[in-house]
Structure formats: C-alpha cells, structure tokens
C-alpha cells in the first residue's frame, strides 16, 4: 500500500508563486513514476505534470508548461517531488493530489488519493 501526503498549498494572487511538496511511502515497487494532479470545482481531475524515478523524464499539461516546474528530492528525500508554480492564474485554483503512475506513457494513478493540498488563486 502506498501513502501521499501533499503539503504547500494556499491563497495567493495572480502572478504570485507556490511550491507544493508530495511525499510518497510504502510499497512504491523499483521503478515509480510520480506525477501531480489536480480538481477544480464540479470539473475532472487532470494531469499536472509528471516525472520519473530518476528525474529524466517530465512533462507537463500545456496549460501549465513554461509556469509550473516538476522535482524530486534526491538521496533519503528521493520519495518526495515537489511542484514549483509560478505565475499563478485563476484558473489554477484547484486541490492538488499526488500519485504514483503506471509510467510516462500510461500516467494512470495506482494509488489511493491523499488529502490534498488546496491552491486558491485571487484576481
């Protein structure tokens, strides 16, 4: 069983940054693949951005490439990514979840949902 924990949101205005942190324990398999998603009111929850065990891999939603950027801890830390998020819009208020993904190419979740972190973005 795997468990995530995800840290780091709030209210902040547009153009203002956040950095969210997710930490992943338990049975997370050899190779894991990390990502983030997220959930607006009453929409689906969607793709973020995603990265590889060793980091190598990212990618991103389009509407969040050249604002959001996806890490991982390295060493002791190597289960916690973090998701730094600059120019923040309205339309990136949602909770943010953490998974872990079957891989880059099939980013389907395979862990139980954690709490959550909110971000709220004011105009």
């Known amino acids: 069983q795997v468990q995530l924990v995800e840290s780091g949101g709030g209210s902040v205005q547009v153009g203002e940054s956040l950095r969210l942190s997710c930490t992943a324990s338990?049975?997370?398999?050899?190779?894991?693949?990390l990502a983030w998603f997220r959930q607006a009111p009453e929409k689906d929850r969607e793709l973020v951005a995603l990265i590889s065990r060793s980091g190598s891999i990212t990618d991103y939603a389009d509407s969040v490439k050249g604002r959001f950027s996806i890490s991982r801890g390295d060493g002791k830390n190597k289960n916690t990514i973090y998701l730094q998020m600059n120019n923040l819009q309205p339309e990136d208020t949602a909770a943010y979840y953490c998974?872990?993904?079957?891989?880059?190419?099939?980013?389907?979740?395979?862990?139980?949902w954690g709490q959550g972190t909110q971000v709220t973005v004011a105009s």
């Open positions: 998974n872990v993904i079957e891989s880059p190419r099939q980013p389907t979740p395979v862990a139980s």
């Open positions: 338990g049975e997370l398999g050899i190779t894991y693949t």
